[in-house]
C-alpha cells in the first residue's frame, strides 16, 4: 500500500470521537476502500486532559491551537468538528486552505454564511472542501445531489434536516410531554447544537438548507434569503389537532426553484400522515429531492448523533483519499449563478389557524368576515371541545383549515382578528405542506 493519508481532526467532541471510534473498528475495511492507510495523526481540542474513552492520544501531535494544526506539516486532511460560523472554525478552515491541505467540515453555519468564498478558496488550489456531515448526519444527500443527480436540474428539495426539533416533537406527540423536557433528553443525548436555541429556532435546519438550495440549483449560497421560523411556539394542542385531522407537525427546510426565482423558508409544517416525511420520527431526518428525470426521491436516515455523523466524515476521507476531488457545490464556485428570490405566491397546501374562541353570538361570523374580506378562503373548521362556563372568559378551541393562500393576506387577517376582542390569545398559525 502506498503512503498513509494523514488526518488532523480539531474538536474531540461527539463526532470527533466518533469519527476515532469508526476508524478504530474499521481501521482495515477503510484502508481498502481508500487504497491506503488513513490514520490520525494530529489532533485539537479545548481540554487535553479530558478522558476519550478508549482512544489512546498520547503519540499523537496535539495542538491547542485549532490553526496551528491546520498548518501542521504532519497532516494531509484538515477535519474541522469545532463549529460555529466564524473564530476558531473559520481561522482554522482558512489557514488549512492557504496551507494546501484538504478540508473536511461537519460546520453548517460555516458553510452556509462562507461557503462559497471558502469553495472559491480550495478549488482555487485544487484541494477538496468536502462537508457530508454537515447537512442531515449520516445521509449522504451531499453525495447524492453532488454526483449521483448530476443528470438532473431538481425543482424542489425539502425536509427534515434537525433531529433535535424532530425528536422533540415526535416525543411530545406520543407520549404527552413537555417541549422543555425532551429537549433535555435530546441534549443528553448528543443530538443538539452546543446552543439548542440553533435546533429550535430553525437556524441550524436553515444552514442546512442553504447549503442543499446551492448544491441543488447550482446558485450561490445564501442564508439570509430564508424565512426562518422555529418550533418553540408550537403547544402541545396542535400537535393533538394535527392528529385528529390526519396529520403530524415537523420543522421542514423547504427549497423551491421556479425558473423565475427561488424560495426556501424553514417551518413548523403540518403533512398528512403516510407520507415518507410525515412517517420519519425520533432523531431520523428525510430530504425529498424532486428531480427532473429520477422523480422523487427519499433518503432517511440518523440526522444526529456520534456515529452516523461520523460515517459521513469518513466517506469525504475516502473520497480525499481516492483522490475524488469534485467542486464543492457541485459546479466550480465560479459558476455559481446569483441568487434570486422569486415573488410572493399563496402558499400551496394553505394554513392550519388555531383560535380560542370567546363563546358568544357573532364571534364566528366576525372571524369569517375578516378571512372573507381577506380573500381568505376556507376549507374546514373544527370546533374542538367545548368552552368552559367556569373560567374567567369562556373561550373555545376552534380550528380553521384554509385553501390555498398569500401568506401576507393571512397575517393580516390573523392581525384584525387578534385586535377583534372575539379571540383570547394570539392566533397560532401553521403552513399545511402538500407533496
Ligand atoms: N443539532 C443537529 C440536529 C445535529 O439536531 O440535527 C446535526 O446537525
Keep these: 500500500m502506498t503512503n498513509a493519508l494523514r488526518l488532523g481532526i480539531a474538536g474531540l467532541g461527539t463526532v470527533g470521537t466518533g469519527v476515532l471510534d469508526i476508524l478504530a473498528a474499521h481501521g482495515d475495511l477503510v484502508a481498502a476502500r481508500a487504497g491506503k492507510p488513513v490514520t490520525v495523526t494530529a489532533v485539537s481540542a479545548r481540554n487535553k486532559s479530558k478522558p476519550r474513552g478508549k482512544h489512546d492520544l498520547s503519540g499523537l501531535e496535539w495542538h491547542d491551537d485549532p490553526v496551528a494544526l491546520a498548518k501542521s506539516a504532519g497532516i494531509d486532511v ?28 461537519a460546520n453548517k453555519a460555516l458553510l452556509a454564511h462562507h461557503g462559497a468564498t471558502l469553495a472559491r478558496a480550495a478549488e482555487a488550489k485544487g484541494l477538496a472542501l468536502n462537508f457530508e456531515a454537515a447537512v442531515a448526519g449520516g445521509i449522504p444527500v451531499i453525495k447524492a445531489l453532488r454526483e449521483g443527480l448530476v443528470g438532473n436540474a431538481p425543482k424542489r428539495v425539502f ?45 441550524d435546519t436553515a444552514h442546512k438548507l442553504a447549503v442543499l438550495t446551492s448544491l441543488a440549483f447550482g446558485t450561490e449560497v445564501n442564508l439570509p434569503a430564508i424565512k426562518i421560523e422555529g418550533i418553540e411556539n408550537v403547544a402541545l394542542a396542535d400537535i393533538r389537532n394535527a392528529a385528529e385531522l390526519g396529520y403530524k407537525i415537523k420543522l421542514l427546510g423547504v427549497a423551491v426553484n421556479y425558473g423565475s426565482g427561488i424560495e426556501q423558508r424553514v417551518h413548523p409544517t403540518l403533512i398528512q400522515r403516510g407520507s415518507p416525511v410525515s412517517e420519519t420520527d425520533d432523531v431520523f431526518n428525510a430530504i425529498v429531492v424532486k428531480g427532473d428525470f429520477v422523480g422523487d426521491l427519499v433518503l432517511e436516515g440518523r440526522g444526529a448523533g456520534a456515529h452516523p455523523t461520523a460515517s459521513a466524515v469518513l466517506s469525504d476521507i475516502v473520497d480525499i483519499a481516492r483522490g475524488n476531488i469534485r467542486p464543492a457545490f457541485g459546479v466550480p464556485a465560479t459558476a455559481l449563478k446569483k441568487y434570486k428570490d422569486s415573488s410572493p405566491r399563496a ?60 401568506e401576507e393576506s393571512l397575517k393580516q387577517a390573523m392581525a384584525k382578528i387578534e385586535k377583534d376582542g372575539h379571540v383570547a390569545s394570539k392566533p397560532r398559525v401553521i403552513r399545511i405542506e402538500r407533496f
Excluded at 163 to 168: D, V
Design 159 to 203: 425536509g427534515i434536516m434537525n433531529g433535535t426539533c424532530n425528536y422533540i416533537l415526535t416525543k411530545m406527540g406520543m407520549e404527552g410531554r413537555s417541549f422543555a423536557d425532551v429537549l433535555k433528553e435530546a441534549q443528553a443525548l448528543g443530538y443538539a447544537e452546543a446552543d439548542p436555541t440553533f435546533d429550535v429556532g430553525g437556524f
Design 347 to 406: 402558499h400551496e397546501g394553505g394554513f392550519y389557524v388555531a383560535l380560542e374562541l370567546a363563546d358568544k353570538p357573532g364571534a364566528v361570523a366576525a372571524i369569517a368576515t375578516i378571512l372573507g374580506d381577506a380573500k381568505i378562503s376556507i376549507e374546514s373548521i373544527v370546533q374542538r371541545g367545548k368552552a368552559d362556563p367556569t373560567a374567567e372568559r369562556a373561550t373555545a378551541p376552534f380550528i380553521l383549515i384554509t385553501h390555498d393562500t398569500l
Design 78 to 105: 484538515f477535519i474541522e468538528l469545532i463549529g460555529g460560523d466564524s473564530g476558531p472554525a473559520k481561522d482554522a478552515v482558512e489557514a488549512a486552505i492557504a496551507s494546501g491541505k484538504h478540508v473536511i467540515t
